[in-house]
């Protein structure tokens, strides 16, 4: 009795869950969302990428060649010189009296030399005589032409043109060969220095343009273009180094200073673009709503080039389309919406 009982129970049970499987309450409909919305547009792009980078510039710290005390100093901290310039002038007291001695004695080694050339044209003095006034004659030539090089040596001169920076001396200081007295900077022919990911070292080139941002000058835009490209990878970070001359520093870029860079990759190109607030960031990529129908669809895309305010889609749309700009936190795949233009 009891068995046929709980068989009974069981098959109550079961026509009970089969009722309800077959009778469920139809789903709540989803309600509609107010979202904004854009067309897809056609626009010109370049292909480009941003990087960060420094200013550089060609710098050498002046130093003498030869120890002595500082006679004069003829520029002032921060002051533009000219390649040639005097900047630093030794003591050379004692190599000018040298050098005056060693050009008379050169000046009388070359007049005795003359002398016993023409004697021995004339078969008076011997060939050896006259070997020997020209060897002292060459050698103090020698002595006179180092003593030259030497006393100018004690002039330290600009070797570019640029901007000296603050002087490390004084007047009466002794200085020793090597020492650092001051620092000159070219400061007209700047360079940027950056890196760029190794996947573009096909589309980098020699001659391409880039555009320099700094914080110091706010919307300003400088120009440069790529001179060098590394031959090697940086296999640390996987980068290529890139060096960018800009052009005339009228307004002051200092070497050291931290930029933004926007490397032109390749001319410009017809691309369908969207608001880059439409997109929806997912696991294997990215998505937009599309209005379809009066309701929001999920669509993959693919994406290109972006800028500050759009993107560049590259598959997964047509112009035309209209996606949701606003309000897809709210939104599920075949939502209904009202759509406002954003």
Same mark, same amino acid.
């Given at each position: ?7 009974? #129970? ?24 107010? =979202? ?24 050498? $710290?002046?130093?003498? $060649? ?18 040639? +310039? ?44 006259? +070997? ?6 060459? $050698? ?30 004084? %007047? ?19 360079? =940027? ?12 080139? !020699? ?25 090697? !990878? ?25 930029? #933004? ?5 390749? $001319?410009?190109?017809?691309?369908? %673009? ?7 960031? =997912?696991?294997?990529?990215?998505? %937009?709503?599309?209005?379809?129908? #009066?309701?929001?669809?999920? =669509? +993959?895309?693919?994406? #290109? ?7 560049? !889609? ?6 035309? +389309? ?21």
């Amino acid at each position: 009795m009891k068995r046929k009982l709980l068989l009974a #129970g069981i098959v109550l049970i079961g026509l009970v869950l089969l009722w309800r499987y077959f009778h469920k309450a139809p789903a709540p409909a989803m309600p509609t969302v107010v =979202v904004q919305v854009a067309p897809v547009q056609t626009k010109l792009l370049q292909s480009s990428i941003k990087a960060i980078g420094t200013i550089n510039a060609a710098s050498v $710290e002046i130093t003498p $060649e030869t120890a002595g005390h500082i006679a004069s100093i003829a520029f002032n901290d921060g002051a533009v010189v000219k390649q040639g +310039d005097t900047l630093i002038q030794l003591d050379d007291a004692i190599l000018k009296a040298k050098l005056a001695s060693m050009t008379a004695q050169y000046q009388f080694s070359l007049q005795s030399y003359s002398r016993l050339k023409k004697l021995a044209s004339k078969g008076i003095v011997a060939q050896q005589a006259l +070997d020997e006034a020209s060897a002292d004659m060459k $050698e103090k030539k020698a002595a006179l032409d180092e003593a030259s090089v030497t006393d100018a040596k004690m002039k330290l001169v600009a070797p570019f043109d640029g901007m000296v920076g603050q002087r490390k001396v004084n %007047v009466g200081d002794y200085v020793n060969p090597g020492q650092g007295v001051v620092t000159l900077t070219d400061t007209e022919h700047l360079r =940027v220095e950056y890196n760029l990911p190794e996947k573009y070292l096909s589309t980098v080139q !020699i001659g391409q343009t880039v555009e320099i941002t700094t914080a110091a000058y706010s919307g300003k835009t400088f120009t440069g273009t790529i001179t060098y490209i590394s031959p090697t !990878i940086n296999p640390e970070n996987r980068t290529i180094a890139v060096y960018a001359a800009l052009a005339e520093n009228h307004d002051r870029l200092a070497s050291g200073l931290f930029v #933004g860079v926007t490397q032109t990759l390749s $001319e410009a190109k017809e691309a369908l %673009v969207v608001p880059a607030r439409s997109l929806v960031p =997912v696991l294997n990529g990215n998505q %937009v709503y599309k209005v379809v129908n #009066g309701k929001a669809v999920s =669509v +993959d895309v693919q994406i #290109g080039t972006r800028t500050e305010n759009t993107v560049e !889609i590259t598959h997964g749309l047509k112009a035309g +389309d209209q996606v949701v700009t606003d309000g897809q936190i709210k939104l599920r795949n075949g939502q209904p919406i009202t759509t406002q233009l954003g």
